[in-house]
């Protein structure tokens, strides 16, 4: 099992714990990664007891909850997205969401979560626009026809599990490319979330040097990253409550350190894995509103 197969594995396991997803429907899930029914158990029983000793309120002192009310961060000001294709590695064709700024600042890659490219995603990118950053959200299952064909978003998780971290690292590399046609002589950052945060990091393993800027969201370290050679300035967020991908939190922080790049790592208290994400049920207002001032804050700094 490759380090992301197994992130994502955890995940399952780790939604199964909190009562996110019946026993069945994870048994179902990790069946679709390839895990067999004694593994799965396996891995749900350990979860299960990790979490029971690690239990805390999921609203501490703190946290807010989702508020209905409260439109999420960036929305009254986004712009409608397109639908896209664009040149991709060895003669590939790939998709994605472009959203232009009328006067862009720079212009920032986004790297979508574990369910492929979805309506949240495209959220981001709109709202990214309408703040002044053009923004491409890119469909990392381009090669498998797209995410749209996968009708059950666990298929498109499976899906994203087999691909080798190589083709990961050469479509992203592909979207900056396409970033710096579209929107030329502007500084390029880059954002990614749960499974898109350790894609951000993964872009930044490359070394690529145009780059200027990253915010990875609760994003898994690769194993043994190595940031030579990047010159992006990075935003490492973090949620209080996200004890499996804060487990890698100090080494993410070492390894920023040994490349010397500039580097800030926000942890946000009361919030819990996916707080960002206003279509889910972590979703937490408070801090997903004040990630995302940040996160416009250090744009605004480094892709000037």
């Known amino acids: 099992m490759t380090p992301f197969q197994r992130y994502i594995a955890e995940e399952i396991a780790v939604d199964h714990a909190d009562g996110l997803l019946t026993r069945r429907e994870a048994l179902r899930r990790l ?47 986004a712009v409608a997205t397109e639908p896209i294709t664009f040149a991709g590695p060895e003669g590939r064709t790939l998709q994605g969401a472009w959203a232009p700024a009328a006067d862009p600042r720079g212009a920032v890659l986004v790297i979508h979560e574990n369910k492929g490219l ?28 797209g995410t749209a064909v996968f009708t ?3 298929q498109a998780t499976a899906a994203l599990s087999t691909v080798p ?44 040097p145009r780059v200027a800027a990253a915010v990875p969201f609760y994003g898994p370290l690769p194993d043994a990253a190595d940031f030579a050679g990047s010159r992006a300035a990075v935003l490492a967020i973090y949620a209080e409550l996200d004890q499996r991908v804060n487990a890698s939190r100090d080494a993410a922080t070492a390894a920023l350190e040994r490349a010397g790049l500039a580097h800030e790592v926000v942890t946000y208290p009361g919030a819990d894995h996916a707080f960002f994400n206003d279509t889910g049920p972590r979703y937490n207002a408070d801090a997903a509103a004040q990630a995302y001032d940040r996160m416009l804050a250090w744009f605004g700094t480094h892709l000037a």
């Open 31 to 77: 069946g679709l990664l390839g895990l067999s029914l004694t593994a799965s158990s396996a891995l749900l029983a350990a979860c299960a007891t990790e979490n029971d000793s690690s239990a805390t309120s999921s609203t501490p002192s703190g946290a807010a909850p989702a508020s209905p009310d409260r439109p999420p961060p960036g929305t009254a000001e």
């Open 118 to 145: 979805n309506d949240h995603i495209r959220s981001v990118a709109g709202r990214l626009a309408g703040a002044g950053y053009s923004a491409l959200a890119i469909d990392l299952l381009s090669e498998e026809g």
């Open 152 to 154: 059950d978003p666990a």
């Open 165 to 208: 971290p190589q083709r990961f690292s050469q479509d992203m590399r592909s979207g900056i490319d396409e970033l710096t046609r579209r929107v030329p002589d502007r500084g390029i950052g880059a954002v990614g979330f749960c499974f898109g945060g350790g894609m951000t990091w993964l872009l930044l393993t490359t070394g690529d």
